[in-house]
Nanobody, 117 residues
Framework: QVQLVESGGGLVQAGGSLRLSCAAS????????VGWFRQPPGQEREFVAS????????RYADSVKGRFTISRDNAKNTVYLQMTSLKPEDTAVYYC??????????WGQGTQVTVSS
């Protein structure tokens, strides 16, 4: 099985920075796309950013474009989300998701990010 383990969440002041990590394990780790999603309290889960494994191309939600950067470390099977200029509205549970070449989804457990004002 593919397991996604997230870390790096926490409490940060508005304007600060935080780096999230998503470490994958398992022989089935052969992603087509790996992405980050978030779910603010009382709201629906929404797309944040993604990276396509074959060509390292990236995509971002308009709300985070220019502030967040998604990247990967192939040797560690790890995807990162570098978040800067954080705003209170960035407060959410952040989830990592892998999409396989067959279109199957694998989700991480989520990590809490809280931005204080």
């Amino acid at each position: 099985q593919v397991q996604l383990v997230e870390s790096g969440g926490g409490l940060v002041q508005a304007g600060g920075s935080l780096r999230l990590s998503c470490a994958a394990s398992g022989r089935a780790f052969n992603p087509y796309v790996v992405g980050w999603f978030r779910q603010p309290p009382g709201q629906e889960r929404e797309f944040v950013a993604s990276i396509t494994w074959s060509d390292d191309s990236t995509r971002y939600a308009d709300s985070v474009k220019g502030r967040f950067t998604i990247s990967r470390d192939n040797a560690k099977n790890t995807v990162y989300l570098q978040m800067t200029s954080l705003k209170p509205e960035d407060t959410a549970v952040y989830y990592c998701r892998m999409t396989s070449h067959a279109g199957y989804y694998y989700w991480g457990q989520g990590t809490q990010v809280t931005v204080s004002s």
